[in-house]
């Protein structure tokens, strides 16, 4: 099992560029979320979906767009990418029932010049 | 406002020495606790789930163990393999909410 893929690994972008972040999962799961992870700041949600076409805001939704057409597939749009937004940016993925361990990716290492 | 606080942020032992880390939280509907590891340019590794007050699980040279307002992630006699950053993270009703970890290092 594959688990969680997250691509690219790293990337470097110039200010105001747009990029998608690709993350899927092979485990049937319904629970997808995306977080960043910052020194000092633990792992912030950005945006979660409960199923496929069902999408809401975490803590930090601004500048980021989601979209859940499949069960696999949950990418993560940069509209205009800010220097604010490096950072890691992590996938999870876990079983319906929410009290359940969420599996990760492997993470994106992103910089905005 | 749904909080999770973890101390200390660093921790350095020598192998051997046992210690424990501290995961605080204040959340409005706990539905579970976890405990995740963390190693370098990784993702997070999920250790344990807690439910409720006084339960404990254990794995190896790690211990959790829940009260209403706070988990413990004790560490026996740890080596050095055992570096790594601890994650704490508590589930409310639709959310999974990190604290900012503790970084660990063991050394022989």
């Known amino acids: 099992n594959a688990g969680v893929t997250q691509t690219p690994k790293f990337q470097v972008l110039k200010t105001g560029q747009s990029m998608t972040l690709q993350c899927a999962q092979d485990?049937?799961?319904?629970?997808m979320s995306w977080y960043r992870q910052d020194p000092g700041m633990g792992l912030r949600l950005i945006h979660y979906?409960?199923?496929?076409?069902?999408?809401d805001q975490g803590e930090v939704p601004n500048g980021y767009n989601v979209s859940r057409s499949t069960t696999e597939d949950f990418p993560l749009r940069l509209l205009s990418a800010a220097p604010s937004q490096t950072s890691v940016y992590f996938c999870?993925?876990?079983?319906?029932?929410?009290?359940?361990?969420?599996?990760f990716g492997q993470g994106t290492r992103l910089t905005v010049v | 406002e749904d909080q999770v606080t973890q101390s200390p942020e660093a921790l350095r032992l020598q192998e051997g020495e046992s210690s424990s880390l501290n995961c605080s939280y204040t959340?409005?509907?706990?539905?579970?606790l976890f405990w995740y590891r963390q190693d370098p340019g990784k993702g997070p590794e999920f250790l344990f789930t807690?439910?409720?007050a006084g339960e404990e699980k254990e794995k190896e040279r790690l211990k959790a163990t829940l009260t209403k307002k706070e988990s413990f992630l004790h560490i026996t006699a740890p080596k050095p393999e055992d570096s790594a950053t601890y994650l704490c993270?508590?589930?409310?009703?639709?959310?999974?909410?990190f604290g900012a970890g503790t970084r660990l290092a063991v050394h022989p």
């Open positions: 993270a508590v589930q409310t009703y639709n959310k999974l909410i």
């Open positions: 807690l439910y409720s």
């Open positions: 999870a993925s876990r079983p319906g029932q929410l009290n359940t361990e969420a599996f």
């Open positions: 485990m049937n799961h319904e629970y």
């Open positions: 979906s409960v199923g496929a076409g069902i999408t």
């Open positions: 959340v409005s509907g706990l539905r579970g």
